[in-house]
């Protein structure tokens, strides 16, 4: 199959439903064949652009490109887009095999069926094409469901929730497949997920969204290491946010912050605000943590080290410990420590923290610290 | 799967080792008068089959004796036959056009916005709220003050009017659980609206659209009030056997009621068969 | 308004769906402008014919039966002749005359709605829950239901004469076992009317509690079970409180027709005793061919049933009537 995507580009689209903004404002662009993550909690307005995207709905301002295309006035059928749904939105009345070749009928498309059986074999399904869609597993149906989009070879494929309704098993296995078929067909993927360990692991760019707005774009490992918002930091993954004073901003290495007694350097580009009061975090796994007065075997010179803390709570998850500790100027820390060593240490203990400083990233003063946090 | 989903609240999982029912009565009771229900229902139905058998002469009071010749020929009472057929033609006939008046009154409400939606409903309800001894004086009066002959078109349009509210309803209910996602996905395969309702929308519906013709062909045939209003000459299966039964009804009546039954049954139970094998071929392959 | 309208009918039934519209808003774009006149404007061309005849042969025929009830009579008319005219007296007469008669139509009609839903919830019940999943016996119970409509009204109503009547073996058998005097009998009797409409409306009464309790998620009676441990317990408070719209509309489709049915009370009662508002009606339009006595019979009896009908929704709020 030849590389059939195309770019798409969304212009100041704005959706007003009535009482709220779904998407306020949106400009984005996503290059031709690449897996593209929208990101974000339910409400966030990832599903409405999506719909946008797609046809299904249409922006109250803002143009939708794909290709050299303006196909903002076009409706869901006339465009050159596909959607996996969510619920998979399988035609129960029609055949595996019928299914899959529904979009190639309806654009008149030589040899309908063979084409459909091809896609089937690719999602190795080629065995149950005369089935119907309730007769299969629900691994099986979101297979179909991919196939029937894939086979029409679209600019763009779009992903709503795909694997949601799949067990963490089935997920794991399925990210991967999808992955690799993507590579396979050069098709555009946007995908749309609440998984955060979902867009990490498959997609190229991830843009992580937050009531209708954009709050970051960039590569998964980038969104992670630097993230640039209070949201990014807690929502994809975990983070420690506390307040600290920039002492320095002039300084050689970057900012001096100061937190409670210790003071630590921040790199200029690595903070959204270099003056003033300012929002300081960084990742539990980047935290080492040790009995008061002891130093980690590994650690460099030029470490941060946190005095006066004290373990608060253990939780031992097997593969690693996560302590929350409560520090002098920066409130509670969480700590995850790989459990490398057979030492657990207990609640009440004091405890040292330590980290490079090159970890630490800078937010904006008066960030909201619990923002993004997902509420059980 | 109980255990799971009911262990995060400690009230059930204290209750749940303890023996469930101590009502135990009700294990009973349902299948008991269920059953003694069903068989209320059908025995005015087996006395009905029985007397299709009746060497009853002309008055089909008493048992006596067995014979087939009122199935041989169930037209021999004169005018039967014809107001059986008058009866079929009027179900036919009203129940098609209020098929399709109520699947689109049904899409209409159902999907798309209105400003009336209130009255709209409302406009629904009351016809079903009104008994058919008012809506049957009610188009009377109506037709007698249009001057409007009495017969078969009077008694087609009464029972169009008498089926409509019940198909929409019927249809509303099926509409409702159709998953809108089906139709965005037709949509999003390149089928314009038109294709994708005739090659979704309308295909996922037809089970729920003759169930409700099956209805409103039940509701028709079986209607005797609005008809007995507003058929003037015309002579439908009911009004025969209604003025018959104060003479005593022939034979021939319950042959054909019997048949009716039978039919009726035959029909459902054989799609029934039909889809379940289907399903069973289906899953074979 | 004339462009393109009828190719258009179907090609917006598959857009997005909301059930109810929100209002338009201050700032659309030319295609969500374009989308919902569409929408709009298919949604009425798919009503409209529908709400035409409604209206042509529904609402127009009840305004002009209202209208009929306040003719008045001229003098030396021929019988069936009447003039328009305000004649408020012909509702006070019937008042005063068939009084007791609409007690007795709507006694009738709530006894037997009672009796239709003690009968058929347990039937509904039996099928919906405790024959779930096989669809073979399921579907074959509910022809079961269905297909008596089939075989005539009056029919059933005549096998149920027979059934009742003076010498069959029923009353017989009731007699030697002493629950009827010797000279007591069954047709002609106010009890044979009520079983008769009871009989007749039982489909009516379960067919939408069926409906109903097929999508009762059964793990709540179970959790129910846990919670309660009583059967009759988990039955009122979690099973019941659940079916509520069903049992809502199953008594109303009942007691609507009840109310006005004239068939049973003339073919099992016949007796002064047994007189019906319906029959009334009949027989003051056919045979007394007194149109505005029958017009303000028929507009009280409708009058009365809503009335009737919407108190018992708010009493037990559902808005799932229809």
Redesign the interface.
């Known amino acids: 199959m030849s590389a059939t995507g195309k770019d798409l580009a969304l212009r100041g689209i704005t959706k007003l439903f009535s009482g709220f903004t779904a998407v306020d404002d949106l400009d984005l662009h996503v290059p031709a064949g690449s897996f593209f993550a929208l990101l974000g909690p339910s409400g966030c307005g990832k599903s409405t652009t999506l719909r946008m995207v797609a046809g299904l709905e249409h922006p109250t301002r803002g143009r939708i490109l794909i290709g050299d295309d303006d196909v903002t006035g076009t409706k869901a059928h006339q465009r050159e887009v596909n959607t996996v749904f969510q619920s998979y939105a399988l035609f129960p009345h029609l055949s595996v095999l019928e299914n899959v070749a529904f979009g190639l009928r309806r654009r008149k498309v030589p040899d309908a069926l063979g084409r459909a059986s091809k896609v089937l074999d690719l999602v190795e399904l080629g065995h149950l094409a005369q089935r119907r869609p309730a007769q299969l597993s629900g691994g099986q149906q979101q297979r179909v469901a991919l196939a029937r989009a894939v086979v029409n070879e679209p600019h763009v494929l779009l992903l709503d929730e795909p694997l949601g309704a799949l067990d963490m098993k089935l997920r794991r296995q399925m990210q991967a497949e999808l992955k690799q078929i993507q590579q396979e067909v050069g098709i555009t993927f946007i995908h749309v997920t609440h998984d955060q360990e979902e867009a990490l692991t498959m997609a190229d760019t991830v843009a992580v969204m937050n009531a209708g707005r954009i709050e970051q774009i960039g590569p998964p490992g980038e969104l992670y290491d630097l993230p640039r918002t209070a949201f990014v930091a807690n929502f994809l993954g975990k983070s420690n946010l506390f307040e600290a004073e920039v002492v320095d901003a002039a300084g050689p290495q970057g900012l001096t912050v100061q937190f409670g007694e210790t003071t630590c350097r921040l790199a200029a580009e690595r903070a959204v605000q270099q003056q003033g009061r300012i929002v300081v975090g960084i990742r539990p796994e980047k935290i080492v943590l040790t009995r008061a007065g002891r130093r980690p075997a590994d650690a460099q010179a030029d470490w941060t080290r946190v005095t006066g803390g004290r373990v608060r709570d253990v939780a031992y998850t097997g593969v690693s410990t996560e302590y929350e500790v409560e520090v002098p100027g920066a409130g509670s820390l969480t700590v995850f420590s790989q459990n490398l060593r057979t030492e657990v240490i207990g609640p009440g203990t004091e405890v040292d923290l330590w980290w490079e400083d090159a970890n630490l990233f800078g937010l904006a003063g008066g960030s909201d610290t619990e923002a993004g946090v997902e509420e059980l | 799967?109980?255990g799971e989903?009911?262990s995060t609240d400690p009230?059930?999982r204290h209750?749940?080792p303890?023996?469930?029912?101590?009502?135990?009565?009700?294990?009973w009771?349902?299948?008991v008068?269920?059953?003694l229900?069903?068989l209320?229902?059908?025995?005015?139905?087996a006395?009905?089959f029985v007397f299709s058998f009746n060497d009853a002469g002309r008055t089909n009071?008493?048992w006596r004796g067995f014979t087939l010749a009122n199935w041989q020929d169930p037209c021999r009472p004169s005018q039967l036959c014809e107001a059986f057929g008058n009866s079929l033609m009027v179900a036919v006939i009203a129940t098609t056009v209020a098929t399709v008046?109520?699947t689109?009154?049904a899409?209409?409400?159902?999907?798309?916005?209105?400003?009336f939606?209130g009255s709209?409903?409302m406009?629904?309800?009351?016809?079903?709220?009104?008994?058919?001894?008012?809506?049957g004086?009610?188009?009377?009066?109506?037709f007698l003050?249009l001057g409007v002959q009495l017969g078969m078109g009077t008694t087609v349009?009464?029972h169009?009017?008498f089926c409509?509210?019940f198909v929409?309803?019927a249809i509303r209910?099926r509409i409702a659980t159709l998953?809108?996602?089906?139709?965005?996905?037709?949509?999003?395969?390149?089928?314009?609206?038109?294709?994708?309702?005739?090659?979704?929308?309308f295909?996922?519906l037809i089970p729920g659209i003759a169930a409700a013709a099956?209805?409103s062909f039940?509701?028709s045939?079986?209607?005797?009030?609005v008809a007995?209003?507003n058929s003037g000459a015309y002579t439908t299966?009911?009004q025969y056997?209604?003025v018959a039964?104060r003479r005593g009804?022939p034979a021939e009546?319950?042959v054909l009621?019997?048949a009716?039954?039978l039919?009726?049954?035959a029909l459902?139970?054989g799609v029934?068969?039909w889809r379940?094998w289907r399903g069973r071929k289906?899953?074979a392959? | 308004m004339a462009v393109n309208t009828t190719p258009g009918a179907a090609e917006e039934l598959t857009t997005p769906q909301e059930h109810v519209a929100p209002p338009p808003l201050p700032e659309q774009s030319a295609e969500e402008r374009r989308t919902w006149r569409a929408r709009g404007r298919l949604g009425m061309l798919l009503v409209i014919p529908g709400f035409a005849f409604i209206t042509l042969f529904f609402v127009v025929p009840v305004f002009s039966m209202l209208a009929m009830s306040l003719y008045v009579r001229p003098e030396g008319a021929v019988p069936g002749e009447f003039v328009p005219g305000f004649n408020i007296a012909t509702y006070a007469h019937v008042m005063t005359t068939y009084g007791d008669t609409f007690v007795r139509s709507f006694l009738f009609a709530t006894v037997a709605t009672v009796a239709a839903l003690c009968i058929g919830y347990p039937m509904a019940y039996l099928v919906a829950v405790r024959l779930r999943g096989r669809h073979l016996l399921q579907g074959l119970l509910l022809v079961v239901i269905i297909a008596p409509f089939f075989s005539s009204f009056i029919l059933r109503v005549q096998s149920w004469r027979f059934i009742l009547s003076d010498e069959s073996w029923v009353v017989g058998f009731l007699k030697a076992i002493s629950v009827l005097p010797q000279d007591g009998r069954l047709t002609a009797t106010a009890l044979a009317v009520v079983a008769g409409m009871t009989y007749l409306y039982l489909p009516l009464m379960m067919l939408p509690i069926y409906a109903n309790l097929e999508r009762l998620d059964t793990r709540l009676i179970e959790a129910g079970g846990d919670l309660y441990a009583g059967g009759l317990q988990t039955f009122l408070r979690v099973t019941l409180p659940l079916s509520t719209p069903g049992v809502m509309a199953g008594t109303i489709l009942t007691f609507i027709p009840a109310s006005g049915d004239y068939v049973n009370a003339v073919m099992l009662g016949n007796n002064v005793d047994t007189t019906t508002v319906g029959q009334i009606i009949d027989s003051r339009f056919f045979h007394a061919t007194d149109y505005p006595s029958a017009a303000a019979l028929s507009a009280v009896l409708m009058a009365i049933i809503l009335i009737l009908v919407t108190l018992y929704v708010r009493r037990f709020g559902t808005k799932e009537i229809v």
């Not at chain 2, 209320?40 to 139905?45: D, E, F, G, N, T």
């Not at chain 2, 016809?127 to 001894?133: C, K, M, W």
């Not at chain 2, 045939?221 to 009030?225: K, L, M, N, S, Y």
Request: cysteine-free.
């Open positions: 799967m109980r989903t009911m009230a059930t209750a749940a303890t023996p469930r029912r101590r009502f135990d009565a009700g294990r009771f349902v299948p008068v269920g059953g229900a069903f209320y229902l059908l025995v005015p139905i006395y009905i009071l008493t008046l109520g689109m009154i899409f209409g409400l159902e999907r798309y916005r209105f400003r939606a709209a409903n406009l629904i309800f009351l016809p079903l709220a009104t008994p058919e001894v008012v809506l004086a009610s188009l009377l009066s109506q003050n349009l009464s169009i009017m409509i509210s929409v309803v209910a998953d809108p996602a089906l139709e965005e996905a037709a949509a999003d395969l390149y089928a314009s609206g038109r294709t994708a309702f005739w090659k979704v929308t295909p996922l099956l209805l039940a509701i045939f079986d209607d005797f009030i007995n209003f299966f009911p056997a209604y039964a009804i009546v319950n009621g019997s009716m039954f039919g009726a049954i459902v139970v029934q068969v379940y289906l899953a392959l």
